[in-house]
């Protein structure tokens, strides 16, 4: 009996995210439809989700088999003193393989710490053996490609990779 609870649990747990995710698969075209050869008859949008916390997604619509769209979320973008910008999306090798790369940004005024100017923070996305985009981890975690351009605490920042030919020539030069 213990067994089904935990079932049932777990069950409701995973349909409650993935039921979350349908709120992110709607909303306005802010940017796209773009091509993408990364997934094969891949097309990736821009939405307005109208979510106070994560108030713009991107999301992959594949024509299947059966010659209708299945649209996937790739990710969503939060609210980090501002709404999220979306500078750039381009595609590009990363370690030899096809990746979407996206450049975001956010306003950011906290003039009391002597903390304002704009937020960036590269995201890059590789497919997945079920013909989907995914995170790739090494952009992801890279330190390198996130940072402020203006004042933190009130020492000048400088972030280095505020366009895709300068985000390029990073993924080229850490080969």
Sequence with gaps: ???????AFVFLIANSSSAQDVDYLQGRVIQGPFKTNVVKGGELSFLQTG???????????????????????????????????????????????????VLVSWEITSRGIGTYGTLYQVYG????????????KLVRFDKNLSGMEGYQEGEEQHFPYVNAG?????INAAK
């Excluded at 996305?125 to 790739?136: G, P, Q, T």
């Design 166 to 170: 300068l985000i390029k020539s990073y």
């Design 1 to 7: 009996m213990l067994r089904f609870f935990m079932f």
């Design 125 to 136: 996305y590789e497919k997945s053996a079920d013909n989907k985009l995914v995170v790739n």
């Design 51 to 101: 979510n106070a916390e994560f108030p713009v997604s991107l999301v992959l619509d594949v024509v299947g088999v059966d010659n209708k769209k299945n649209r996937s979320l790739v990710d969503k973008y939060d609210v980090a003193g501002s709404d999220p910008k979306i500078e750039s999306i381009f595609f590009y090798p990363v370690k030899g393989k096809k990746n979407v790369l």
